[in-house]
């Protein structure tokens, strides 16, 4: 007699995918049109087919630790072609902010963040943060002395320190432990679809997979296969790169201040400047060009994550411009207000990084490192691996 399996569908997780916007997923009937058309779907686990299923399943487990959906680039290439309408492009990136929020600690702050009524008071909350420690300590002052506008002296470097310091490092922490339970997971589903006999990661081979994989997510070489929405790429890498300029000057600002003491502000011929003024000049028109190109696509979904994630970067970006311009303008009460909205931002990128769509970098990182990972161990390591992992059909 065969054996039989009972589906329990997870159906407060199908309503969470619907909400995220992948509600599509019940026009599908399975022709498998999608997973021929996806040029970044590997010819041994071809998606996006089954996990348009898993969804309707309500397979949350599987699809939690499911690395196919983070190969998928919401390129739209599928969408266009489905013949019910069923955009599993979207469906594919709501079931992706799901695992986000699943994996992030504390959960009540992944339900913040996604929830739009939350939003005033995440923004209170920084403020607060700001005023409270900062008053008491006297190290925020609204009437700093000098002619010219200083930031430091209306809000103390040692109070940014104080705040964001061990903010990031709580972070990095709570960050730390999602992407090692997803990472432990996604092995797990690897070890019960027999795709490994070892029950544990090797970390060694691992991290050798995620040397070899980064190159390839440097290039974004997976965008440029995609033929619908090819110019995403663009904007994504100015982001991407925006983002980087802007984390490595913060960090060097950060040892010079710390290690040698040296204070800011530094001149606009000083080349940190320079990487700080390009870093964002590349993050404020990479956000440009992704609203115009949501604004754009009526037929994409565009759900509050989205546009939390485009409002966080185009803030971050233009407060931090607008603070150096009033700065360098000596417009003292416009620059000290202006640093205090910067500040907000900052906050939102390291307190939600985990739970927000930020997250994606990261999840997409190890998911990636993670198959190319595997398809090492399935077929053994290859001297000369191509910088992706996913194995494409013939003739793409
Ligand atoms: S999503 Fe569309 S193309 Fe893909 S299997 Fe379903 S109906 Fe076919
Ligand atoms: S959106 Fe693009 S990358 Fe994602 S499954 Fe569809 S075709 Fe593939």
């Not at 995620?210 to 070489?221: A, E, N, Q, S, V």
């Amino acid at each position: 007699m065969e054996k039989q399996h009972l589906v329990e569908p997870d159906l407060e997780f199908i309503a969470q995918v619907m909400k995220q916007g992948g509600d599509s997923f019940k026009n599908c009937y399975q022709c498998a049109t999608c997973s021929v058309v996806c040029s970044l779907s590997p010819d041994n686990r071809p998606f996006p087919r089954k996990e348009m299923l898993a969804v309707s399943w309500g397979l949350k487990a599987r699809l939690l630790a499911d690395p196919d959906i983070w190969l998928c680039h919401q390129c739209g290439d599928c969408s266009a072609r489905c013949p019910r309408g069923a955009a599993p492009g979207d469906v594919l990136a709501a079931v992706r902010s799901c695992v986000i929020s699943e994996y992030a600690t504390p959960r009540f702050w992944a339900k913040a963040v996604n929830d739009p009524g939350k939003l005033p008071w995440l923004i209170a909350l920084p403020v607060l943060i700001f005023l409270v420690p900062g008053l008491l300590t006297g190290l925020l002052d609204f009437t700093p002395s000098g002619d010219a506008v200083v930031h430091s002296k209306f809000f103390s470097t040692w109070l940014v320190d104080m705040i964001f310091v061990p903010l990031a490092a709580a972070m990095l922490i709570s960050f730390g432990a999602s992407l090692r339970k997803f990472l432990n997971d996604m092995h797990r589903n690897a070890v019960m679809e027999k795709r490994t006999d070892d029950a544990d990661i090797d970390f060694t081979g691992f991290f050798r997979a995620l040397i070899r994989t980064l190159p390839g997510i440097f290039r974004h070489d997976n965008f440029s296969k995609c033929s619908e929405n090819r110019e995403r790429a663009v904007s994504h890498l100015m982001v991407f790169f925006g983002f980087g300029g802007l984390f490595i000057t913060t960090v060097v600002i950060f040892i010079l201040l710390y290690v040698f003491q040296i204070h800011g502000p530094f001149s606009q011929l000083n080349p940190l400047k320079w990487l700080a003024n390009i870093a964002g000049v590349l993050l404020i028109t990479g956000a440009v060009l992704m609203i115009k190109k949501r604004l754009s696509q009526a037929d994409r979904k565009t759900v509050y994550g989205d546009w939390y994630l485009i409002g966080l970067v185009s803030g971050l970006g233009i407060s931090g411009m607008l603070t150096e311009i009033t700065r360098l303008a000596n417009a003292a009460g416009l620059s000290y207000s202006l640093y205090i909205v910067h500040l907000v931002f900052v906050f939102h990128l390291i307190a939600f990084l985990p739970c927000s769509k930020f997250a994606h970098i990261a999840y997409r990182t190890v998911a990636m490192a993670y198959t190319r990972y595997i398809q090492e161990k399935e077929i053994g390591e290859p001297e000369n691996q191509p910088d992706t992992p996913v194995f494409s059909r013939s003739g793409h």
